[in-house]
């Protein structure tokens, strides 16, 4: 019986309304709704899977979902109690599920819910909804559709053969000769285009082209470039480099895992009936980089397999094989390092297009597989980010201009519709302080020409050109600021403007070292992914941004590069030869994926890493000495010991010598920190034995380390940070006091200026702020004189520098950034808690400074937006913070008598959804759910 029929018996009948629903409810449909009912206060929104929205392709047998609840009006304490998840495999079938519904689970868990239905094959698209009920049990509406694609799930579905260009052979570039200056004499042959003419013959109903190239690919069909990605597949250790032993930094070929990131495209509106042309460029890349820190793979090659499903249900394969054509394209160079050179005059037109005439191109040729594992690209990629206008352009002579676009960044400069004549050459100069390359354009001269450089990225606020054709105009020319998609979620404040400007520069900065999926140390000298630089940083990162996807992927990346047989964890991931770095780098195989756990609540990330986290304590303790010292000694391949092995802190102010502060001191406070770690890693696990094993090593190597390094004469660990390290780990009176007033001393003796390397400037602030030492915290962070922060913007910098010392290393280097954290946790007064992490529960406890008249933070979190707003007069001081719907909060109120206090206007008593805790210290603390709490202070 359908309803219809129902409605009509019940009529006929003459049964009552209520009969009429029991009939419904028989046949398994809802019951009305009943006008009176209340809705549910919370909607679920912003779905995501596997941190990204509607991801084009995914290879996790069972993938993650995650939405954010959002209240619906003004109410507090909001919170779900259960959710339905259901998945189909068209939006259309969403009613009816076909591949999973999980019926209402009674669960508060909104993050990484696991897929549970059907298995999904190869190439299974599916799409899902989710429902949740509030804290009164009333459901709300279903939310808008999510969408997520299966990737090739087995070696076996890649019918395609990896191709490239018959003029170029399978080995790399040599390095050049000179060292890290050394530029080679020959940058090969120009960049291959390739080419396949194929036809539709049916009606498609879907049309998704699986793909990826080496070094980087651009993507062609029926002559549009396919998607706005740039610089893509992102890096990764692609395979197998025999000569990485024979490497300064001689780093074993024996990583865990080797891969190659695949994207998914569909062209389903793109193609059309007839004949159709696939089409892609090919650019060096990291797989072919030529350059002193890098080891290179092997020449261009690409691969592509593109599935039609038609109307009627029968399917066609497209993919690579030596059936395609290739041909020179106009990048005569394009070398990540050292930049590229464009000769628009040998341009084909309409060479991606149906057509054309290829009859003159050579057939492409089949290409060694690389050694690394397909794996579907569930990453952002890079993109452009920004654009900006020349702020002023000034002509040297005749041709020649300096154009300045305010702020450094890295990318390219577009040159928009100009006009110049047949083989006019304009060269390109970039200021960034350290070499990125330069830029070649030769005019094709026959019209207006428009053109970007596509296979590498420049670091610049300013360019000098020269050759160029008349008068150079703003509408001539546009920056394009290019990075690693990443979203911007916070929002930071202060009265004071240098605080505001040092958060500017150092975001700035970081994203300018975001590219192919991990953070580079500088953007323009080595552009690897150095794990020290990334630990020391990473929570700050997470600070602003939404940055789930990137660490996911990194974090895997740095996983991935541990040499299984030792533990080892080099000092970049993807690992590069030339990068130097010590024990603190390969930490960050402990410190990340926690930072990551207690940030976003994903316990996975701990089970995926687990194992690495203890491989690296093993390897520590091979250099760890009988009195529980770790002093790492590695070695080279000449036998002798290698500093770039071995270091300890980085960029510690006037450390000619390399050794104000002892290295064993810095190894031993991180063999501390990874035990530390993984015992906390391992009770969150559910291994008892393990955390209990973790947690006696810890306190042994924390009891070794005060016994060694404490100087009971001058009563303290040393200068130069060795106070830093060792109040952060945790000390007992009387000796905690004593290193307390050590640094204080420390500190004045420098001037009041910090002057701690990357690592001890990343705790110092916090060490102060937690000590009660807040305010000089603030008088060193507001410092302007060399050393400090703020000596950077008086130099004009736009971005956080390498070093202290004026003019020394890079100027684009985000590491000494790890210490704003201090801005958020300690000043704004925001932090996650540990015990119930991804801010279930909030720490609100701002550290009011007398120079401030307010602070503000806020952030996106798992649960949604979050922050904390404070503000001070003579006799007020008023705070609101934000908790998001599921999240809890634990309020510290600055005030001594709770009878100062109100909440909304009212006393907090009588305030609805605030318990008053008691005091702590010179705090009033409070308990609150979900909502926006306004309270004052009468002073």
């Not at 996790?60 to 339905?84: C, D, E, F, K």
């Not at 925001?830 to 701002?846: D, N």
Request: proline share 5%; glycine share 10%.
């Amino acid at each position: 019986m359908n309803i219809n029929t129902a409605l009509s018996t019940c009529l006929q009948t003459g049964l009552r309304f209520g009969i009429f629903v029991i009939m419904l409810t028989a046949m398994g449909c809802e019951s009305p709704p009943d006008a009176t009912a209340k809705a549910s206060a919370i909607q679920p929104q912003a779905l995501s899977c596997e941190y990204l929205p509607n991801p084009s392709v995914v290879d996790v047998a069972h993938p993650r979902m995650a939405w954010i609840n959002l209240p619906t009006g003004n109410q507090r304490g909001l919170s779900q109690t259960a959710y339905q998840i259901r998945v189909a495999s068209t939006q259309a079938k969403l009613e009816t599920p076909d591949l999973w519904d999980s019926e209402k689970v009674l669960s508060a868990a909104s993050n990484r819910i696991e897929y549970a239905g059907q298995a999904l094959g190869s190439r299974q698209e599916c799409w899902w909804q989710v429902r949740v009920w509030d804290q009164d049990d009333k459901p709300s509406g279903w939310s808008d559709p999510g969408f997520w694609r299966m990737g090739l799930l087995n070696p076996g579905d890649w019918q395609a053969e990896w191709i490239g260009a018959p003029w170029q052979g399978e080995e790399a570039f040599p390095k050049p000769d000179g060292g890290p200056n050394g530029i080679p004499q020959d940058f090969g042959p120009p960049a291959p285009m390739l080419r396949k003419a194929f036809e539709v013959k049916k009606e498609v109903a879907r049309a998704v082209v699986y793909v990826t190239g080496l070094g980087y690919f651009e993507l062609y069909v029926n002559g549009e470039k396919v998607g706005n990605d740039v610089l893509v597949p992102n890096q990764t250790n692609y395979g197998k480099r025999p000569s990485l032993a024979n490497s300064l930094i001689n780093v074993p070929d024996d990583f865990r895992r080797y891969k190659v990131m695949y994207l998914a495209y569909d062209l389903t509106e793109q193609l059309q009936p007839g004949k159709n042309v696939l089409g892609s460029i090919l650019g060096n890349g990291f797989y072919n980089p030529a350059k002193f820190w890098c080891e290179g793979y092997g020449t261009p090659r690409f691969l592509a397999q593109l599935h039609l499903t038609y109307t009627d249900g029968s399917q066609e394969v497209v993919v690579t094989d030596e059936s395609w054509k290739a041909a020179k394209s106009p990048i005569l160079m394009n070398m990540v390092y050292y930049g590229e050179t464009y000769d628009a005059r040998l341009e084909q037109k309409g060479w991606s297009a149906p057509g054309f005439d290829d009859s003159a191109w050579e057939h492409a040729v089949k290409k060694k597989a690389p050694a690394g594992d397909l794996v579907a690209h569930t990453a952002h990629p890079d993109k452009v980010t920004e654009r900006l206008q020349p702020v002023a352009i000034k002509q040297i002579g005749e041709g020649h201009y300096q154009v300045d676009f305010g702020v450094e960044i890295s990318g390219w400069v577009r040159l928009n519709e100009v006009e110049g004549p047949a083989g006019q050459q304009v060269d390109i100069a970039f200021n960034g302080n350290l070499y990125s390359g330069e830029n070649t354009y030769i005019f094709k001269g026959e019209g207006k020409e428009s053109y970007a450089p596509r296979f590498n990225w420049f670091v610049f606020s300013g360019i000098d050109i020269k050759n160029w054709p008349g008068e150079l105009r703003s509408e001539h020319l546009t920056a394009e600021a290019v990075n690693t998609y990443i979203e911007e979620t916070a929002v930071f404040e202060t009265s004071n403007p240098l605080f505001n400007e040092l958060n500017v520069i150092w975001k700035r900065s970081q994203t300018d070292n975001m590219h192919g999926g991990i953070a580079s140390d500088c953007p323009h000298r080595e552009r690897n992914g150095y794990t020290g630089d990334g630990q020391v940083a990473c929570q700050t990162v997470i600070h602003h941004f939404d940055a789930r996807n990137f660490y996911h992927k990194w974090i895997q990346d740095i996983y991935d590069a541990q040499i299984e047989a030792t533990g080892y964890v080099p000092n970049g991931a993807p690992w590069q030869p030339g990068c130097g770095g010590g024990v603190a780098w390969g930490a960050a195989i402990c410190l990340m994926p926690w930072d990551f756990y207690v940030h976003y609540g994903s316990v996975d990330m701990l089970e995926d890493t687990y194992e690495g986290m203890k491989g690296y304590i093993r390897y520590m303790q091979t250099w760890v000495d009988e009195a529980g010292i770790m002093f790492s000694q590695r070695k080279g391949g000449n036998g002798e010991v290698l500093k770039w092995f071995n270091l300890s802190d980085w960029e510690v102010y006037n450390d000619r010598s390399g050794t104000a502060i002892a290295d064993g001191l810095v190894h031993t406070f991180y063999f501390w920190q990874c035990a530390d770690i993984a015992a906390k890693t391992a009770a969150v696990l559910g291994f008892e034995e393990d955390a209990e094993t973790y947690r006696a090593l810890a306190g042994q190597t924390k009891a070794a380390f005060v016994q060694r390094f404490y100087d009971e004469k001058a009563e303290s660990f040393g200068n130069h940070g060795s106070n830093i390290f060792a109040l952060q780990m945790g000390l007992e009176e009387p000796i905690k006091a004593k290193a307390l007033l050590a640094l204080q001393q420390n500190i004045e003796a420098n001037g009041g200026h910090p002057y701690s390397g990357i690592f001890g400037t990343r705790y110092l602030f916090e060490v102060l702020a937690e000590n009660d030492l807040n305010e000089l915290a603030y008088q060193i962070m507001n410092r302007r004189e060399e050393p400090s922060f703020g000596r950077w913007l008086d130099l004009g910098s736009t971005t956080t520098r390498e070093s202290w010392t004026d003019g020394k290393g890079s100027f684009n280097h985000p590491m000494f950034g790890g210490g704003f954290t201090w801005f958020y946790r300690n000043l704004a007064g925001m932090q996650a808690l540990p015990a119930k992490p991804g801010y279930q529960e909030i720490i609100f406890k701002p550290q009011p400074v007398e120079a401030l008249d307010f602070v503000t933070y806020q952030n996106q979190t798992v649960y949604g937006e979050a922050g904390i707003a404070w503000k001070q007069a003579d006799d007020r001081f008023s705070m609101e913070v934000t908790v998001p719907v599921g999240s809890t909060a634990k309020v510290y109120v600055p005030a001594a008598k709770l009878e100062a206090i109100t909440e909304s206007g009212k006393s907090p008593g009588s305030s609805p959804g605030v318990q008053h805790l008691g005091a702590a210290g010179d705090y009033q603390l409070f308990a609150v759910g979900s909502g926006r709490y306004q309270f004052e202070v009468s002073r």
